[in-house]
């Protein structure tokens, strides 16, 4: 889904792309990217596309605010680490 199928917003609930591992030269991977729930806690008014997260991990859960970053939208597909989309339909 698009973001402009309609803006993040304070509440909603998202998907944030974990950083994985990193590629190892055979190309495997220890820990790849994975889809973690993520509550938005903070939309930047400058821009819709960056949030502040709370990241729940089935083991944990971390901040991400806008102070310290924040996460920016990239399309599901891409598996970017660090940044959020719309959980996917299945
Ligand atoms: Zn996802």
Same mark, same amino acid.
């Given at each position: 889904?698009?973001?402009?199928?309609?803006?993040? #917003?304070?509440?909603?609930?998202?998907?944030?792309? #974990?950083?994985?591992?990193?590629? *190892?030269? /055979?190309?495997?991977?220890?820990?790849?990217?994975?889809?973690?729930?993520?509550?938005?806690?903070?939309? /930047?008014?400058? /821009?819709?596309? *960056?949030?502040? =997260?709370?990241? =729940?991990?089935?083991?944990?859960?971390?901040?991400?605010? =806008?102070?310290?970053?924040? #996460?920016?939208?990239?399309?599901?597909?891409?598996?970017?680490?660090? #940044?959020?989309?719309?959980?996917?339909?299945?």
């Amino acid at each position: 889904m698009p973001l402009t199928a309609g803006g993040p #917003s304070v509440g909603r609930t998202v998907h944030y792309v #974990s950083h994985g591992t990193p590629v *190892r030269e /055979d190309g495997t991977q220890t820990f790849p990217s994975v889809c973690r729930t993520a509550i938005v806690t903070e939309v /930047d008014p400058e /821009d819709a596309g *960056r949030v502040g =997260l709370v990241v =729940l991990n089935p083991s944990g859960q971390f901040f991400h605010p =806008l102070a310290a970053g924040g #996460s920016s939208y990239a399309e599901a597909a891409g598996m970017v680490g660090g #940044s959020w989309h719309w959980p996917e339909r299945v």
